[in-house]
């Protein structure tokens, strides 16, 4: 268990409809970090918030947002979902400061049918 | 300037061989570099990784070399084993005023350790 929890672990929802996936990172850390990753490709940076506020975005598409709450778990919000959304998607998590305890949470398996 | 280029894309190597990814990078404000190991659906897990001050970095079979002036970085493996066989992300990240930091991956190379 490496302290970043995120839910649900598996997500099957049709076209058109809109998700949400859920991270709660490491004790003590601030920022958490969003990733897509399709199959058998790279790491896909979507979003950065930092203690939240909105720090970095990456190529989060317009269809995707995503908000960090005060207890510093976030959400990721997935709306109008193609069939080319379905993917692993990471949530990750670090502390303040120069300590780079960067963690990976296990990820959601978004299946869009 | 923010990229972190990986390669091979791909390796295949034998029980008890070598393997060794590189990595390379352009900006000298990144001074952390960690190297993560991913298996097929599961989260990548950081492995091992390094600060510029220093040149090398083992931790039992896993060893980063370092090279500032040519902003190059590699991860070996040595005796490698079918169970290293994994995806291996290479990293940089730099830190930010206001204590956080924005980390930057490599594209990946997919490791296969044949018996």
């Known amino acids: 268990d490496s302290g970043v929890t995120q839910t649900p672990k598996h997500l099957i929802t049709a076209t058109g409809q809109r998700v949400t996936l859920r991270c709660s990172p490491r004790s003590g850390d601030l920022s958490v970090y969003w990733y897509q990753q399709s199959l058998d490709q790279g790491l896909q940076f979507l979003i950065q918030?930092?203690?939240?506020?909105?720090?970095a975005k990456g190529n989060i598409l317009e269809r995707f947002s995503a908000q960090q709450f005060p207890d510093l778990h976030s959400e990721l919000n997935l709306s109008s979902l193609e069939l080319g959304d379905s993917a692993l998607y990471f949530c990750?998590?670090?502390?303040?400061?120069?300590?780079?305890?960067?963690?990976f949470g296990s990820g959601t398996r978004l299946t869009v049918v | 300037q923010q990229q972190v280029k990986q390669s091979p894309q791909s390796l295949i190597v034998q029980k008890g061989g070598i393997s060794i990814i590189n990595c390379a990078y352009e900006n000298t404000a990144f001074d952390y570099f960690p190297w993560y190991q991913q298996f097929p659906g599961k989260g990548p897990a950081l492995l091992i990784a390094?600060?510029?001050?220093?040149s090398e970095k083992k931790e039992g079979r896993f060893t980063i070399s370092f090279n500032k002036s040519a902003k190059q970085f590699s991860l070996h493996i040595m005796d490698s084993q079918p169970g290293d066989s994994a995806t291996y992300f290479c990293?940089?990240?730099?830190?930010?005023?206001?204590?956080?930091?924005?980390?930057?991956f490599g594209t990946g190379t997919k490791l296969q350790v044949i018996p």
């Open positions: 390094i600060r510029p001050d220093v």
């Open positions: 918030y930092y203690n939240g506020e909105e720090r």
């Open positions: 990750a998590s670090s502390p303040r400061g120069g300590d780079y305890g960067y963690t």
């Open positions: 990293a940089a990240c730099r830190p930010y005023s206001g204590g956080y930091q924005k980390v930057t």
